[in-house]
Each structure stands twice: as structure tokens, then as C-alpha cells.
């Protein structure tokens, strides 16, 4: 498409200034600050039932322990909560300030042993070689598969940037990067998200961004290699007692306020569905509306460092994943009580075979990044300056205000979260590629519906061979027309479009068939003659609700 | 922390019609220092000279200004209290002046219509939530305001006025802008409740009106109090339905601003709505009334789109299209009568099942 190849200078060029290189540095007066600030919230808001709420941990801790251990927790386990147990038993209860005084230090220990837990374990060295091995090894694999031959595997023809697609506003990110602290908020739909998002970020010439990984990944040694080295702090999804949430959410808090730039995925998880989500998770989002308000109460008026959300979107063609991913949807929406996480990723080795195929089978995929905003969602220019819907200057200080004073109101900021919430997930759409094989997804599995208006979804689902015959050329009407209403939307700002979407319609059809479900053992949509059969109605269904969210269906 | 402030604090009540007038006075009483904002030249200067806005005596802590800039400026917390018709265009007048810290409880109580420019209503392209909102999302469409907050409940203006006891309800995703509008309005007989419903509790203050118009053809009728408890009762279900599809909870409209707005707008010919309804009934045209009328029966407009919003979405509104059709004209008071008498409904209640669960 003749894109011209753009190189981007780093915006720190000396590591040891990268935040996450300072972080690193004072690992240790870090992981006490955060639990010392875990500790003063969680006394501030839970004061008087310290005890309730440390024995309730230790409850849990032992059933996890009991119920699912995995190789990474610590060999001290046991021997720690059973001490901390006895310590409990031991408090006189009689002696009501010393017995407060005992828990408080019990709780602080309980937050300091976490904290350490989730801390990263970033090193510079380590990251300049995963960075190299990422860059290097996967041109090589691109090179191999794409230009034919064994010689290949030597050949420059080809580069990561060939297949992976950039776009958006690049040089913005790159401006907010250098004016205060990132928050990149991602679209989440395959395990190599964050692979993807890694190079980006490296790719924009950002210093590296910290994220939260589930724990289990760090099951697996060559894994737990590259996300330390990547920056990632460790996020057990196991524990969910409100000390833990309260440390964790510490950890993030701490981290943006010393200017970390941080990477949430919001959805939580990968998008079961094959829709781009609209349910995000507050925890998180919450930490940077609440840095952000720190950092303009410890301003004491003057001039606060920013934080700055921006929405990413990733697409693809195809997601590996989607078989299962959409199987334990169905699972799950099924109203099945119990259901076990299949993990794809369980073995070094079924990780190799699938980046392989991620990347010399994958059709191209492209990260589009957003605009910037602030922690309410107002878009900022290249000075960070926040404006409103009609374009007057605001200074997000204010929303914090109440009698000309920053005040601190949880239920407020719990709404601010849902506002920033909907704003990213309307940005999501906005930046939304709709991808040929998207809509021809979408088209067959609406007409399938129509005509079967009677059956609910899992009937449809369930459809015998026979009906899963559609006519081309009504086909190709429908597709028109809600192609026409894309482009509508389009025009208006809401929805972004793929280039290939502008051919005449039989060939961005033909090129939505060839796409869609690639590289699945099971095509969801062949033509043949003057029909289109579905061939797998799930992967079909997966593809079809990425296109939700846009009252597309009411079109056809 | 707010109260070492009020006695310096400055509220802003933009509108000094009825309503606004009744609710400057209530948030004078409370020690604090009220600007109101007047449209026009001359109710300034009739204001300024007797001190009365619209037929009620104003404390002496309420000061008159036709500057929407000053009230944004010396006010953190605003009443807008505007009707519908004009609010959109008052909030974008104002909103320059507006800041995030800003605090707005609206106390208007109809719906916004807004079509762009380009944009042509047809068949194929109805009314629908897009080209509808209600005030608060007017507010936060067109200001950086967020914390906003509704005032609605039964409160006729004159008796405010009258210092009558009653009660409102404040509705805010905001438990703060609750707390604000209660400790800025309560009196010894005035009552806050607070509710989170915001939306439930705006379109209850708005489609009470339509039922308000009703009840007043069966007073103007004389058809009887047995008629009009019928009309009323079943005017409540149609709200409800109409809400459901709108995005509000079945639950506020059985409270204080659902039916306790309802009761007191459909017996009292305090109420501008009732009036309009009886009026028609005695066999005045619509005109007529409108013109004899110094402020704005919301009702009226909100049947026109509220029948276009029920066609939109699907939903069984007998008693909205019937009022469309009297006023405009296309029939008769008596037809219509007799037409809902003979209605099938299919149940007396069936709004508070709940249905199972389906799967999108």
C-alpha cells in the first residue's frame, strides 16, 4: 500500500532515567510505600473490623492453598499464614488498644508481604535483550514463512512492521509520553495482546510500560522471563480478599504517581465473545482517577503531573483462540455452573507453535492508537491541556472540587470511573477497523437469525446442515446495505474502516470470505457457486459480534 | 466541611418562573445569598420595582441579575429551573461559564427534542432516544458538568408559596450533589428524599404531565372522581411502560415523584396541565388556552413526543395517542371517552413481573 516505513526516535533516550528503571532501582522503598499506603486506606475505610478482616484472609488463604496451588507460590506459604494465625490467637483481647495495635501490625505485615509479591521484577539488561529477541526473532520467523526458502531465515526483506500495523495518533502518544504519565488502555482478544502491545510501545520509542499479568503465566519459566523484563508486576487472580485488592490497587496508584507509564487491559480478560468489550473492569481504571487526585492534592496548587488514558484498539483478521474462546462463552452465557478455564497456554511448548503460527500465518494486523484523554475522558491536545464537548479549555483539578477544595469522596470517584469507563468503551468503537471478514460475519449470522426468528441462540447455533445455505445475491444486497450504513457512520466519527472495504462489493466480499476464521481447521463461511454455506456457525457467531454495539442489525 | 462556607455562599437559580421563584425563596430562607437570573428586561425591572416574580413575594437575601456569566461565576451550585423548550439553548449560553466543579439540580420537568439540521424525521427514520433526551443529559451533553442532579416530587408552586408542608425528591448519580440539594432546600416542612435513579426520577416528572392533561378532560367532563381514580391508575401503568422503554426503573414511578407527583397534579387545578385538560373539556381549542397562558404546560408538547417515541419503540400508549388525537383535533373529547372505556387491556398490572431472563 506503499506506507512509507517510520522510524521513532526514543523520547528517553537514557534508560536510567525510564521511571520503571528508578522503580527497579529502589525495589525495596518502593514496595514499603506502597504498603504503607495499601495500609493507611484500608485503615481509614475498614477501621474497627481489622480483626474480622484478618481472619477472614487467612480463611481464604488456606483454601486456596488447599484447592489450587500452583508451581510459583512461595515454599513458605503455609508456615507464614499459620503464624500469622497463631500471632492472631495470641492477641489479648481484653487490652482493647493494645489488641488494635497487634492486628495494625499484623495487617501492615499481611501488605508488605504482598506488596512484595506483586512488585516486578524489571532489569534493564534483561530488557534490552528481550526487546532485541522480540524484534530480531519474530522478523525471522515473519521472513521465513512469507519469502520462500530456507535462505530466508537471513532475509531483511521483511519486518515486523510489514505485519503489524501501527496507526493513529502516533506522534501524540509519543508528546503526553514526555508531558506526564500514560495510561494505555487496550482492546483484549488474543494472549499475544500483550506481545503486540510490547513491541508497539517499543516500536513508538516509549519507555517501557508496567502492566499487571495474571500469576499463572508466570508459571511457565520462559514466560515469567520476558514479563519481568518487560515490566510486568504480578497480579494474583486467585486472591480476592480486600487486603490484597487494596495492595494491589496501592501498587498501581504509587506507580503512576511516580510517573510509570501503565498498560490495564480493562476488559480483564481476553473478550470471550468476539465483542469488543463493553463491560470494563473499575479496579484499576479507579487507581488512575484516584493517582490523579493525589497528585493534585500533593501539587498544593501548583501545576500537577497528568495522567493521560489512551485507548487502543487492536485487529485482526482472525483470532487463533477463537474456537475455544467463543466455546466457553456459550458455556458460560449457557448458564453451565461450573466451568474449567481450558488454557491454551499451559506449556512452553504449545506457546512456540502458537506465536509461530500467530506470526507467518496471521493476516496483517493493526493497533490503532487513540487520541488522549483525561481521567474523565476529555480529549487533550499536545500540551495535555483538557477541553470539553465545545472545545473551552478545562482543568480536570476542578471535578475534584467542592468549596474550592480537593476533597476526597469515594462515591464520586466510583461514578468517575464509570464515566471514564463508557468513554473509553465509545472510543473503542471510534477506533474500531471494520475488517471485510467482520462484516461478512456479521451479514451471514443476522440473516441466519432473520430467518429463524423464531429459534433462541443457541438453536441457531445448533442449526442442522440444511439451513446453513445462504443465497449470494440476497446475501450481497444485505451486505451492501449495511455496508452503506458503516460508512454513515463512519463519516460521523463513530466506526473506522479498513481500506479493502472500499472495493466494489462482490470483491470486498470475496475478500471477507478469504479472511474470515483463516486459518481455523474450520472455515466459518465457503462460497460455492452461487451460495455461501456456513461451515461453523460458532466461529461464525464469534466474528459476527465484533461488529455489536453499532445498531447495525436493524438494518438488515 | 460545607457548612463552615454557607454562610457565604452564593446559589444561583436560573428561571424565575413559578417553580424557580418558590425554590429561591426556600433556599433564601436557609441563610444563604440567592442570585436569580431573569430572561428579560422588563420582569427585571417589574421584579426590581415590587419585589413579586410571578405572583410571589421575594425574601430580601435574592438578588435579581440577567447575567448567566455571573451566576456561573459566584455560584458553585446552580438550580437551573428553565422550561424545556428553552433549556438546551439557556445551557449553551451558560456553559462557557461552566466548570467541572460546578454543581446543577434542574428542576424541569419535560423532555429536550433535538434534530440536527440535516437530519429529516420520516418513517424510515423515526424519533427515537437519539433525537430525545432529558435535562440532565442536555446538561451533560452541552457543559462539563457532571455532577447534576433533579428536583421532582409534588410541589405546587403556591403552595410553596404558600409555606405548605411538602416533599422532593433529589436524584443524583451523586451522593454528594444529594447531600447538597438536602442540606440547601430541608426546612421544618420541606422534606428531601434522595434517589440514584436519576433517569427514572426525570421521566417521572415528565410523563406525569401527560396524565395531568387527561385527568383534567375527565374533571372538565364531569365525569366523577370513579372515572378519574380509574384514568389515573391507569395513566401510572402507561408511565410505567413508556419509562421502561425509555431507560427508567419501574420503581420510582411508585414513589413521591411518580405517583405522588401524579396525585398532586391530577386533582389540583393549581396545576397548569390539569388546567389545560379541563379546558379542553369546556370545549376551548388548544390555541386559545396556550395563548391565555403566562408559562408553558409541558404536557403539551410531551405528548407529541412522547406518542412518536412509543411508535418508535413499540409500546402500548392508548392513552398518550389518544390525547395526541384531541389536540390535534382529530378527535373529539366525547369519541375519546368513549374509545378508552371499550379498550382491552389485558391485565390490570403486569409491570412488576419478573420476566425470565433471555439471552441476546
Known amino acids: 500500500m506503499g506506507r512509507n516505513k517510520v522510524r521513532y526516535s526514543e523520547i528517553v533516550p537514557k534508560k536510567r532515567d525510564w521511571p520503571i528503571v528508578q522503580l527497579s532501582k529502589n525495589r525495596k522503598a518502593f514496595i514499603d510505600e506502597v504498603a504503607k499506603e495499601a495500609y493507611n486506606k484500608f485503615l481509614s475505610e475498614k477501621n474497627g473490623t481489622i480483626r474480622e478482616e484478618i481472619e477472614m484472609t487467612i480463611h481464604r488463604e488456606k483454601l486456596r492453598m488447599k484447592a489450587n496451588p500452583w508451581k510459583v ?57 528481550a526487546q532485541k529477541f522480540v524484534t530480531f526473532g519474530f522478523a525471522r520467523l515473519l521472513n521465513a514463512a512469507r519469502v520462500k526458502g530456507l535462505l530466508a531465515l537471513f532475509s531483511k526483506q521483511l519486518d515486523l512492521d510489514d505485519k503489524l500495523h501501527v496507526v493513529g495518533e502516533t506522534e501524540h502518544i509519543r ?71 487494596e495492595t ?33 473492569k473499575m479496579g484499576l481504571l479507579s487507581t488512575a482517577i484516584e493517582a490523579q487526585r493525589e497528585m493534585y492534592q500533593s501539587a498544593n496548587g501548583a501545576s500537577a503531573k497528568r495522567v493521560f ?229 460458532n466461529t461464525l457467531y464469534y466474528y459476527h459480534n465484533r461488529m455489536n454495539g453499532y445498531g447495525l442489525e436493524k438494518f438488515i | 466541611m460545607d457548612l463552615k462556607n454557607s454562610s457565604k455562599e452564593i446559589i444561583g437559580v436560573v428561571g424565575a418562573g413559578s417553580f424557580g421563584t418558590a425554590i429561591a425563596n426556600i433556599l433564601a430562607e436557609n441563610s444563604a445569598n440567592v442570585i436569580l437570573y431573569v430572561r428579560s428586561d422588563e420582569k427585571e425591572q417589574s421584579i426590581n420595582k415590587t419585589r413579586v416574580s410571578s405572583g410571589q413575594k421575594l425574601a430580601d437575601n435574592i438578588r435579581i441579575t440577567r447575567d448567566l456569566q ?83 416530587g409534588p410541589n405546587l408552586a403556591r403552595e410553596l408559596d404558600q409555606r405548605k408542608p411538602a416533599a422532593t425528591v433529589i436524584a443524583s448519580h451523586f451522593d454528594e450533589v444529594i447531600s447538597i440539594g438536602q442540606r440547601l432546600l430541608k426546612n421544618d416542612r420541606f422534606m428531601i428524599y434522595g434517589s440514584s435513579d436519576l433517569i427514572g426520577i426525570e421521566l417521572c416528572g415528565i410523563l406525569k404531565n401527560i396524565i ?39 420503581q420510582a ?24 385538560g379541563f379546558r379542553l373539556a369546556k370545549g376551548e381549542t388548544l390555541d386559545e388556552i396556550i395563548e391565555s397562558m403566562d408559562e408553558v404546560a409541558e404536557g403539551v408538547k410531551t405528548i407529541n413526543i412522547v406518542t412518536q417515541l412509543a411508535e418508535s419503540y413499540g409500546v402500548r400508549s392508548p392513552i398518550t395517542e389518544t390525547l395526541y388525537k384531541i389536540i390535534h383535533g382529530e378527535m373529539t373529547i366525547n369519541d375519546a371517552h368513549a374509545y378508552l372505556m371499550s379498550f382491552p387491556f389485558r391485565a390490570e398490572i403486569d409491570f412488576l413481573e419478573q420476566k425470565p431472563e433471555s439471552f441476546s
Request: net charge positive; proline share 3%; charged share 25%.
Open chain 1, 73 to 129: 507460590d512461595p515454599q513458605d506459604e503455609r508456615a507464614y499464614w499459620s503464624g500469622i494465625q497463631s500471632r492472631l490467637l495470641d492477641i489479648d483481647i481484653e487490652d482493647k488498644a493494645e489488641a488494635a495495635e497487634q492486628e495494625k501490625k499484623i495487617l501492615m505485615d499481611i501488605m508488605l508481604r504482598y506488596s512484595e509479591e506483586i512488585a516486578g521484577n524489571f532489569r534493564k539488561s534483561y530488557y534490552r535483550f
Open chain 2, 253 to 276: 414511578f411508585l414513589g413521591l415523584a411518580g405517583v405522588g407527583d401524579l396525585i398532586a397534579t391530577c386533582t389540583s387545578n393549581l396545576s397548569r396541565n390539569f388546567t389545560v
Open chain 2, 212 to 250: 395531568a392533561v387527561g385527568a383534567g378532560t375527565i374533571s372538565g367532563m364531569d365525569l366523577g372522581e370513579n372515572a378519574k381514580a380509574l384514568f389515573i391508575s391507569r395513566g401510572l401503568v402507561e408511565m410505567v411502560y413508556i419509562g421502561k422503554a425509555l431507560g427508567g426503573n419501574a
Open chain 2, 70 to 152: 455571573e451566576v456561573a461565576e459566584s455560584c458553585e451550585v446552580i438550580f437551573p429551573m428553565v422550561p424545556s423548550a428553552n433549556f438546551r439553548e439557556m445551557i449553551v449560553s451558560l456553559s462557557p461559564h461552566l466548570r467541572p466543579y460546578h454543581v446543577l439540580i434542574h428542576g424541569t420537568k419535560g423532555f429536550d427534542l433535538h434534530i440536527p439540521k440535516k437530519e429529516k424525521i420520516t418513517r424510515a427514520n423515526p424519533i427515537t432516544r437519539e433525537h430525545v433526551k432529558t435535562i440532565s443529559e442536555v446538561i451533560k451533553e452541552e457543559s462539563s458538568v457532571l455532577r447534576v442532579g433533579c428536583l421532582a
Open chain 1, 309 to 537: 488514558i489512551v485507548p487502543v484498539v487492536i485487529n485482526y483478521h482472525f483470532t487463533l483462540e477463537a474456537p475455544a474462546l467463543i466455546k466457553e462463552h456459550l458455556k458460560r452465557t449457557g448458564r453451565e455452573r461450573y466451568y474449567v478455564e481450558a488454557d491454551e497456554f499451559s506449556t512452553s511448548y504449545k506457546i512456540s507453535t502458537f506465536m509461530f503460527k500467530f506470526f507467518t500465518k496471521g493476516s496483517d494486523i493493526s493497533v490503532s492508537i487513540g487520541r488522549g484523554m483525561d481521567i474523565l475522558g476529555n480529549y487533550v491536545d499536545n500540551d495535555g491541556n483538557s477541553f470539553d464537548k465545545n472545545g473551552n479549555t478545562i482543568n480536570p483539578r476542578d471535578y475534584f472540587l467542592r468549596g474550592k477544595e480537593i476533597t476526597v469522596d469515594k462515591q464520586r470517584e466510583n461514578e468517575y470511573v464509570r464515566v471514564l469507563s463508557s468513554r473509553i468503551v465509545e472510543e473503542y468503537h471510534k477506533y474500531n477497523r471494520v475488517f471485510a471478514s467482520h462484516l461478512v460475519a456479521f451479514t451471514a449470522f443476522k440473516m441466519l437469525e432473520r430467518k429463524h426468528s423464531k429459534l433462541d441462540l443457541y438453536n441457531v447455533l445448533r442449526l442442522p446442515d440444511e439451513d446453513l445455505i445462504l443465497d449470494y445475491e440476497e446475501f450481497k444486497e444485505k451486505y451492501k446495505q449495511l455496508r452503506t450504513k458503516l460508512e454513515k457512520l463512519h463519516k460521523k466519527g463513530q466506526v473506522n474502516m479498513a481500506f479493502h472495504m472500499k472495493k466494489k462489493t462482490d470483491q470486498s466480499i470475496l475478500h471477507g470470505l478469504k479472511n474470515v476464521g483463516l486459518y481455523h481447521d474450520q472455515r466459518p463461511l465457503v462460497l460455492k457457486g452461487d451460495k455461501i454455506i456456513i461451515k461453523d456457525t
Open chain 1, 248 to 280: 494491589l490497587k496501592s501498587y498501581s496508584n504509587r506507580a503512576i504517581q511516580r510517573g510509570c507509564h501503565s498498560l490495564f487491559f480493562p476488559g480483564g480478560t481476553r473478550s470471550r465473545s468476539g465483542e469488543i468489550e463493553t463491560q470494563l
Open chain 1, 175 to 245: 508528546k503526553l509520553a514526555k508531558l506526564g504519565t500514560v495510561v494505555m488502555v487496550p482492546t483484549h482478544f488474543s494472549n499475544l495482546d500483550s506481545i503486540l502491545i510490547g513491541w508497539a510501545i517499543q516500536h513508538l520509542g516509549l519507555p517501557p510500560f508496567i502492566y499487571g499479568a495474571g500469576l499463572n503465566l508466570f508459571n511457565i519459566k520462559i514466560l515469567a522471563y520476558f514479563m519481568n523484563s518487560l515490566g510486568a508486576y504480578k497480579v494474583d487472580r486467585r486472591k480476592k480478599n480486600p487486603i490484597y485488592l
